[in-house]
C-alpha cells in the first residue's frame, strides 16, 4: 500500500516568494493533516480536514498561509508571502478517522527561505 | 509551559544498554497515549499506544500513570537501530483527535 505522498521534497525560495507544497494521502483515509516542525520540535499542527472540510485551523497564520482540500483527497498547503521564519519541514499526514487516531506521516517539504 | 514535557537528551547509551525515556502532559483531558520514533531528517513513525494497563512489544515497554500525568518508555538490550530520537504524543479528546507531540528525547547508541 503506498504511504503518504509529499511533493516538492526540498524547496529553497527568497523571502516574499509565493511557495505551495501538495500532498496525497493514503488510499480511504479521510482525515488529512498538515504539521509544521521546527528544528528540535514536534509537530504542529497547522490544519485538520475531515474530507474536504477544514475542521480546525485555529494554529494557521491566516495572513499568509493558506490550504484547500477541493475534492477530499490531495491538498495544498501554500505560503504567500514566504517569511526567513518559515524555514522548516512541512509534514502532511492522514488518518482513516475516527475511532482510529494513528496517524501516518508523509516524508515532508522541507522549505528554506534565504 | 509546553503541554508535552520531555527530557531532549541526548542519551548516550551502549548497545545492550537498558535506556528510560520519561514524558509529562499537563492537560488532564488527555485520553490517548503514543511514541513515535523519528529517525534524522525521516517522518515520524508510530512505534507503539500506551494503555493505562502498560504494555510490551518485544525490547520496547511504555507505561502510563494517569494520576502523575507521566508516560515512559523502556528499551531493553538497545541496538545501534534505535538511534533515533523518540516522541511523546498525547491526544486531547476535548480537540477531537488533535495529537500534541513532546520535543522529543533523542538517544544515541555507541558500538
New interface residues.
Given amino acids: 500500500e503506498a504511504g503518504v505522498v509529499q511533493s516538492p521534497r526540498y524547496k529553497i525560495i527568497e523571502k516574499k516568494q509565493p511557495v505551495a507544497f501538495w500532498c496525497n494521502p493514503i488510499s480511504g483515509h479521510n ?1 488529512l493533516y498538515w504539521y509544521l516542525q521546527n528544528l ?6 497547522l490544519i ?1 480536514y475531515e474530507n474536504e472540510e477544514a ?2 485551523d485555529s494554529q494557521l497564520p491566516k495572513d499568509r498561509f493558506s490550504a484547500e482540500r477541493l475534492k477530499g483527497v490531495d491538498s495544498t498547503l501554500k505560503i504567500q508571502p514566504a517569511e526567513l521564519g518559515d524555514s522548516a519541514v512541512y ?1 502532511c499526514a492522514s ?1 482513516p478517522g ?1 475511532p482510529t ?8 517539504t522541507r522549505l528554506t527561505v534565504l | 509551559r509546553k503541554e ?1 514535557e520531555q527530557d ?1 537528551g541526548p542519551f548516550n547509551v551502549p548497545e545492550g544498554a537498558t535506556v528510560a525515556f520519561n514524558c509529562t502532559y499537563s492537560n488532564s483531558a488527555s485520553q ?1 497515549f ?1 511514541w513515535y520514533r523519528q529517525d534524522c531528517r ?5 512505534l507503539m ?1 500506551v494503555y493505562s494497563s502498560g504494555n510490551e512489544d518485544g525490547r520496547f515497554t511504555a507505561q502510563l500513570n494517569r494520576a502523575s500525568q507521566y508516560i515512559s518508555l523502556l528499551i531493553r538490550d538497545s541496538k545501534l537501530s534505535d538511534s533515533a530520537t523518540y ?1 511523546c ?1 498525547v ?1 486531547r479528546m476535548d ?5 500534541i ?4 528525547t533523542r538517544l544515541l547508541v555507541r558500538p
Fill in positions: 482525515t528540535g520540535q514536534g509537530p504542529e499542527l485538520r475542521v480546525d509534514l488518518s475516527p487516531d494513528t496517524q501516518y506521516f508523509g516524508p515532508g | 508535552v531532549p490517548s503514543f525521516k517522518e515520524p513513525k508510530l499506544s516522541l504524543v491526544n480537540s477531537s483527535y488533535k495529537l507531540f513532546g520535543s522529543g
